[in-house]
């Protein structure tokens, strides 16, 4: 009897199975994020590979605001859920939509024309990777929201 409700409780309940499949997720990624690093620290030399490390850096900065982003919209999405109010929930996605359009492609055209002062505080030899990192990081944050929106809705399994 006792281990049927651990059963129910483990099964049942969305938050831990959800919670669950993010975790298996996460741990996947962490393993080929591990697998590749191997093999690219292998496959590019010293130099080659310092300036992946410098760009996954500039990546993870980037990223910074995006987090603050997030729980920001967790937040209230989740009240707006537990109040069963998906009409607000609906016109919050799209005012956070539009103002991420607007407010990413600013950030992205900032970003184009720093481009020489990082490329040159980096040692990068082009451009190239910085603008596909912008451009990277102007649909990340539509990629952005829409996971934030899943989570504050509990949405776990399509979020993993």
């Known amino acids: ?3 049927r409700l651990i059963y129910n409780w483990i099964f049942k309940n969305p938050l831990v199975a959800g919670s669950a499949v993010l975790f298996a997720g996460n741990m996947v990624a962490n ?3 591990y697998f590749y690093h191997l093999v690219m620290g292998r496959m590019l030399g010293p130099a080659q590979y310092g300036t992946l490390e410098s760009l996954i850096s500039l990546v993870y ?3 910074i605001p995006m987090g603050t982003l997030t729980l ?3 937040k209230f999405v ?3 859920k537990g109040k069963k109010n998906f009409g607000a929930v609906k016109t919050m996605f799209g005012k956070f ?3 991420s359009l607007l407010f990413g492609g600013l950030g992205l055209l900032i970003f184009l024309i720093l481009t020489t002062p990082i490329s040159v505080f980096l040692h990068l030899e082009g451009k190239l990777p910085l603008i596909i990192i912008g451009a990277i990081f102007f649909v990340g944050i539509f990629t952005t929201i829409n996971r934030a ?3 504050g809705l509990l949405r776990l399994n399509s979020l993993a």
């Open 1 to 3: 009897m006792r281990l």
């Open 31 to 33: 393993l080929g994020s």
């Open 61 to 63: 900065l980037l990223g």
């Open 72 to 74: 920001v919209i967790v």
């Open 78 to 80: 989740s009240g707006f």
């Open 97 to 99: 939509t539009e103002k």
């Open 149 to 151: 929106f899943l989570q």
